[in-house]
């Protein structure tokens, strides 16, 4: 990606094995890679959060990169990146967008492991600015959903 995207659409897989990740019981920040065609993410590959905080997450280079070449092996690339807040605020942090790679999106999430609303951002970084993306999730799960915008 080399421009501001549109609008980013989850499809029902990607979405669901986001929302999975996010219920795990692991109270650290999951992360993982999107991938997909253009703004449409059609795979979620999970990646192991390697820092023993739960208030940042630290990736492995080597299973990133396995990752990536599995996303690659289905015809698809990588868009961005998925990780959760489950501890703070569903907004960026700094080390948030200091790490964000130019181009790619960066989904945050801040699901409710007991309750009915979960809420996702979407942003992407260019010229060292991060914008909101607008966003958008399969029909079926809108009522548990709530789309935020920077």
């Not at 999107?34 to 590959?45: H, K, P, Q, S, Y």
């Not at 200091?98 to 260019?126: C, H, M, T, Y």
Request: glycine fraction near 8%.
């Amino acid at each position: 990606m080399t421009s501001a995207l549109a609008n980013l659409r989850l499809s029902d897989a990607a979405y669901s094995a986001l929302i999975a990740e996010c219920k795990t019981p692991d109270p650290r920040e999951r992360v993982g890679l999107l991938a997909g065609r253009d703004a449409n993410v059609e795979r979620f590959f999970p990646l192991t959060n390697h820092d023993q905080g739960r208030n940042r997450f630290v990736i492995c280079p080597q299973e990133m990169s396995r990752q990536t070449s599995a996303a690659q092996a289905l015809g698809l690339s990588i868009i961005g990146r998925f990780h959760t807040h489950p501890n703070g605020p569903r907004i960026p942090s700094p080390a948030d967008l200091a790490s964000l790679p130019a181009g790619w999106v960066e989904l945050i999430a801040q699901v409710k492991r007991d309750g009915p609303r979960n809420r996702l951002i979407a942003l992407s970084a260019f010229d060292g600015q991060s914008r909101g993306v607008p966003l958008t999730i399969p029909q079926h799960v809108s009522g548990e959903h709530v789309a935020v915008s920077l």
